[in-house]
Every structure is written in C-alpha cells, then in structure tokens.
C-alpha cells in the first residue's frame, strides 16, 4: 500500500482538543474509559492493549506485513518466558497463589511516595505546585488504580498495565497509526530499544543504514555484534531518499562485505548532531524506498515535541504559543508512525527530553508481532522498566496532568528551548566568522552544527583535514569552551576532503554561558585562521554590537 498521501487536522468546536479519521481524542479518552471500566491490574498483571486501543476503532485497517524473514536467529528461537506467562491465572476469581516468586509488598519499606509537579498549564510560575502521592495499598483501597504494591513488584515486559494504558492512547492521539494490528511495548530508554531491536534483526557481519553523521551510541551498540552501519548522505533537510535508493539500488556484496541492508535507522527531527528535521514530504519520499526496498525503520525520536517556530534572526522577538492543542499539533510534522500503512516501523519514544532521562522509562509502537518479539526479548533480559519510575510517571501524567495536561507541558518546555536556541544564535550571528563557518538554524531539538570551510586554514597545503580538526578542537579547549567533533558523529569515518563540522548543544547550559561559550569557539577559530574581525574580515565588523 502507498503511505497515505496527507494527514489532516481538522479542530473540534473545542479547540482544546483535534480529531482526525479513527483517531482518538483527548476529548474522548474519559469516555472511552468509562465505557471499559475500572481498570483493575494487579502485580504482574497480563495488559489488554487492544482494549486501550478501543474496540472497534480500528477494524477497518488493514494489517501490517509479517516480518519472519527478517527476524534473527537469536529472536526468532526465543520462546515466552513460562514464569511471566502463569500469571495470566490470577486474574481468576479466588485463585490463592503458591507459584510466582514475588516478595510480599509487606515488607517493602515504602508506605508512601510524594513528589511536588508544576500544576497543567502553570508551568510559568513556582507558586502553582501540587503535592501528588502514592499510598501501599491505593489499589485495595479504590483510592487509586496503581500504588506501591504493585509498582514495586515484579512486572511484566511490557511494563505495568495502568501506565502502559496513557502511552497507548497517547500513541493513538498523537499519530494514529493507520493499520490494524500496532502495539506498544515500554523499554527502558531508547538505548537500550536500540539494542534490543537489533539483536531482533541483525546478525553478525550484517549492515544498517543510517544519517552519514549518526548517534554515536547506536554505532558503538551495533559494533560488539558485529553489525556496521553505512552513512546515507543528507542535506539541511536531513537523510536524503534519492541517496538511500542510490545506496540500496547499488549495493555490491563483494565490495561491502555483506548482504544488503534492510534496516534504516534514523532520528528524522532535531538529528543527533546535525539538528536537521525531516520535512514531511522528505518523509513520504523516504517511506517509499523503504516500501521499494522492503525496509524496517528504526525511527528514533526523542526530540520530537521540540520542534520550533523559524528562527528570524537576531534579537527577535518570541513568537506567540500555539493557540491550542489543536495548534500545536498542527505545528508538528507528521511521524513515520502515521504514514506507516505496512508496519514497517518501530518508533522509539522516549521521556528522557521531555520528563528526564533518569526516569529510564520509554516505549516502542510497532505491529503486535514485532512488539510479542520484543517483550519476549524484555522478559529475559531488562524486564520492565523501574516501577518506581512508572508509578511516580503515571501519578504525573495520567492522573494529575492528564493527556491535555501533557501537551500544555510540552508547549511549555518547546517555548523553553527555543529560547535556548535563540541565544545561541544569536551568539552566532555576533561572535562566529561567517568567513570560515556556516550554519542552518535547528528547527527542533538540541544541537547545532557548524560547517568550517577548512580549506581557508594557512597551512591547508601541507595539513591533512583530522590535523586541522584537531587544531580547532584544542584550540577551543584551550579557551574554556567544548564543542564536539563532527568526525566522531561519521560511522564510516571521514576522509580528506571530506566536509568538517563541529557540534554544539544549548540544551542544558545557562544562557549567559551559552553566549560566552560561543564567543570562545569564535574567538579560536579566528585564532586558528588567522582572521580579524567578528566577521573574519580586515576591517574587523560584522554590523552588530
């Protein structure tokens, strides 16, 4: 089937919420609990997701591809972890059990558990705080449908089935994936996904393909397998599709190494290091290679919510919030999840950006045969993720937030870094020599990549491209500043005459050091290079103060 060739948001007279075809909404989510009832799920409860999906919903759709051939040897021989799958049984009225290992929740040294959170659409102040607790027996009780008890025991892979329900309508109200049969499963980080879904479909001596400048961490997870990823050429838009198909049309074993690959993985927004964002259209147009070529898509996107408004240049005002809910998801690209009519894709989500990333809790939505493999890997392995972490998680973002609460705190926190990356480039503009550096404004994410034109360095003749990047490197060390090479980005490794790049992050910084660190980097550059001037000019301006 072909990707759908649109998605349209269409506003509901509240606009606090949006609709589209067989997509849940904030608005409907009470009632479609009501409807079900109340969700009682005990330790190691068996979780129902097609109930949290909504009967019905998606009858419609097809389903998605099966994936037998792809799977690995080590996946495909995995069997379901006997244990976890006995405790199905109790659920069954007046079932007394002699069978499951678990402790008694009697003696966890936990009667109760607080935290103090920000209260939906106060994120502004401090004064706005409220006290969210979790009491041993809040279950047993009816006071709440997750507590202590059942957190802190064992668990299933597939995570706890109170807090699995948020994510699944979360998924449904976000993306709406348009086949039948997609499930979701959490992980303990996109990390650890990563590595999991490759030992799902790889061997040793097999390659995947990935942005030229990738995650170093999803290299460094692949190498011990014995798994290389080839780098797909990009541009500001991001993974290139002409380059993917040119790579995959003209794949030789002999030279490679090994078969052809059938796995791309790829962070579409914010991209860790380029910063570059996918446009939508680049999206559809990589979707069909992966059709064409019968690709799997690993779409890690843990920067997805913070995709920004345009930057105009310096000094420029904030631009105003989005009006709505509606707005803002207006304001989002569309996902690989929602154009994904075979499911072919497992999305990586992630709360580590977005709550923190101590929390250790993130979820993968891929076909229910790919999510069954992965849980079955989980359940021998990581498990489920910290109860700890979904329970304090849960009492957040489903009971006191809500689905409508969360988007009010992803808008603040978009707002938050844009300012972020506003400073920066604004610094930029001010501080970095046009002369030798250029740069697109991210329009999501957390980092920001320059490009040096090193072929002006004065000893280019007589200096290979790592020495020159090296220099650089030092010399910005040198002035109290850090900014990353963007050779240690390149999986493949980068070769004279290969373009050079450095990366930097405004994520976690304090703005006034934001802009001193990017004075320092210029500052060295222009050391480096011998130039003048702010701009790298001999009459020393730029124009700005």
């Not at 690989?336 to 977005?354: A, E, I, P, T």
């Not at 045969?369 to 990581?382: F, L």
Request: charged content about 20%; overall charge negative.
């Amino acid at each position: 089937m072909a990707p759908p060739a649109a998605i349209d948001v269409l506003p509901e007279s509240d606009t606090s919420t949006f609709t589209l075809p067989d997509r849940l909404t904030i608005q409907s989510v009470a009632k479609r609990r009501a409807a079900e009832g109340r969700l009682v799920a005990g330790v190691a409860a068996i979780a129902d997701v097609d109930r949290f999906k909504g009967r019905n919903v998606h009858a419609h759709k097809s389903k998605a591809k099966r994936w037998d051939h792809r799977f690995s040897l080590e996946s495909s021989t995995r069997l379901p972890s006997s244990l976890k799958g006995a405790a199905q049984y109790l659920k069954n009225p007046g079932m007394i059990s002699l069978g499951g290992g678990l402790p008694s929740s009697e003696y966890f040294p936990f009667e109760q558990v607080s935290v103090k959170v920000p209260d939906a659409g106060s994120f502004d102040t401090k004064s706005n705080y409220s006290t969210v607790s979790a009491g041993k027996h809040d279950l047993a009780e009816g006071i709440s449908d997750f507590d202590i008890a059942t957190a802190f025991n064992y668990g299933q892979g597939y995570g706890a089935a109170q807090f699995l329900r948020w994510i699944v309508e979360h998924t449904e109200i976000i993306h709406s994936p348009p086949y039948q049969d997609w499930s979701c499963t959490m992980t303990v980080g996109s990390t650890s996904a990563i590595d999991m879904g490759l030992r799902m479909f790889t061997k040793r001596g097999d390659w995947i393909l990935s942005e030229e400048f990738t995650f170093p961490t999803a290299v460094e997870a692949a190498a011990p397998m014995g798994v290389r990823v080839a780098g797909v050429s990009v541009d500001a838009d991001g993974l290139r599709a002409d380059a993917l198909d040119e790579v995959l049309t003209n794949w030789d074993e002999s030279v490679r190494g090994g078969a052809k690959p059938f796995i791309l993985y790829t962070v579409p927004t914010g991209q860790n290091p380029t910063g570059s964002t996918q446009p939508f259209q680049r999206r559809k147009d990589i979707y069909a290679v992966a059709q064409k070529h019968d690709l799997i898509i690993f779409e890690d996107e843990p920067y997805y919510f913070l995709q920004m408004d345009p930057y105009t240049g310096l000094d420029s005002p904030a631009a105003a919030p989005p009006a709505s809910h509606a707005a803002f998801l207006q304001s989002l690209v569309p996902s690989y999840l929602s154009l994904d009519v075979d499911g072919r894709v497992m999305r990586l989500d992630s709360f580590s950006k977005v709550i923190a990333p101590g929390s250790r809790v993130g979820w993968i939505t891929a076909s229910e045969q790919i999510v069954e493999r992965y849980r079955q890997h989980a359940d021998v392995s990581t498990q489920s993720p910290s109860g700890m972490s979904q329970l304090l998680l849960f009492k957040t973002l489903d009971e006191h937030w809500g689905h409508a609460g969360y988007l009010d705190w992803l808008m603040h926190i978009r707002a938050e870094y844009t300012a972020r990356r506003n400073v920066l480039l604004d610094a930029c503009e001010r501080h970095v020599p046009r002369a030798i550096a250029s740069w697109s404004p991210p329009a999501a994410g957390m980092f920001h990549w320059f490009r040096i034109d090193y072929a002006r360095h004065p000893q280019f003749a007589s200096k290979s491209r790592a020495q020159i990047e090296d220099e650089i490197f030092h010399a910005v060390v040198a002035r109290g500043s850090l900014l990353m090479k963007g050779s240690w980005f390149c999986p493949e490794g980068q070769k004279d005459g290969d373009a050079m790049f450095f990366r930097a992050t405004y994520a976690a910084t304090p703005l006034g050091d934001i802009k001193e660190g990017v004075r320092r980097f210029g500052q060295a550059l222009r050391d480096v290079f011998g130039l003048e001037g702010a701009n790298g000019h001999p009459n020393g301006s730029n124009g700005h103060s």
